[in-house]
């Protein structure tokens, strides 16, 4: 959400506080672009035009990375800059805290801290970085496909990698092969398997008792033909788990996916499904 603030004519923003107070040249531009007579053609776009779309790529990227939003980060990139710097595809929650950290606020001022020059535009940026301070960075945009990409940022090190905490592979191996397992058995329609490994907790909240049969079964989770999920982007805790996976539903040249978030939780030394929203009761 962005408010205004006359007078500062500065971006800031918290992402823990989820919001961004923020002064746009665009609301201008727009005004100016309605009052303006036009001609027979569409007028090429302003300088003031061009300063408004650069801040509002910037900010869109910077929003991006203090929310961790990793899915929508490389369609921000030129592909020079993701080929240059060997950027991960996909991008997960751990490359991008190894990269940057924990982005805790950025400010800029769209008046001072923005140059467009030659096609190209910098962005100086203050960046907050949780346990590491503040520090002014470089941000550089460049006009490709249609919008302003990121062409390079000096607060990102793509080169440094997310070290494992002692037994962290191990245990995301764990909780890849009980995932694997689960699905496997819910495509298979293993009634009896699929509720020996879904949590107590699951099972008193949805009050389930025994197995299902299988045409209980049928009406609980349809026809599956496929799954999918990154085994990368698991995100670990002590005694927990979750990670998107995709299903597809469906019959052949029928077939719809959908993506949704599984929990997983550590029982007795076993690691069992807490939240499965691909079952609908």
């Known amino acids: 959400m962005m408010e205004s603030t006359e007078g500062k004519r500065v971006l800031f923003r918290m992402p823990n506080a989820g919001h961004c107070v923020a002064v746009l040249v665009a609301a201008l531009a727009f005004v100016l672009t309605v009052l303006m007579p036009s001609g027979c053609g569409k007028a090429e776009e302003t300088r003031e035009e061009s300063l408004a779309r650069i801040t509002e790529a910037a900010t869109a990227f910077l929003d991006a990375l203090g929310d961790l939003r990793v899915e929508v980060l490389r369609e921000m ?43 190209r535009a910098t962005v100086t940026v203050a960046l907050e970085i949780t346990g590491k301070g503040e520090r002014e960075e470089t941000l550089a945009l460049k006009f490709e496909e249609g919008a302003w990409k990121v062409d390079a940022f000096t607060a990102l090190d793509w080169s440094r990698r997310h070290p494992p905490s002692e037994g962290e592979e191990e245990k995301r191996a764990e909780v890849e092969q009980a995932l694997r397992d689960f699905l496997i058995a819910c495509l298979d329609g293993k009634t009896e398997y699929i509720f020996q490994h879904l949590s107590r907790a699951y099972k008193e909240k949805h009050r389930l008792e025994k197995p299902w049969t299988a045409a209980e079964f049928s009406g609980v989770f349809g026809t599956a033909r496929s799954y999918d999920f990154h085994p990368e982007e698991i995100e670990l805790e002590d005694e927990s788990a979750q990670v998107d996976v995709t299903i597809e539903f469906g019959t052949r040249g029928n077939l719809e996916s959908e993506t949704s978030r599984v929990r997983l939780v550590r029982e007795k030394g076993a690691w069992l499904i807490d939240a499965f929203p691909f079952f609908i009761y």
């Open 77 to 119: 990139m030129t592909d020079e800059y993701l080929e240059n710097n060997q950027v991960p595809d996909p991008i997960t929650r751990n490359d991008l805290v190894a990269a940057l950290g924990y982005l805790a606020s950025y400010r800029f001022s769209p008046d001072r801290d923005v140059v467009l020059a030659d096609g």
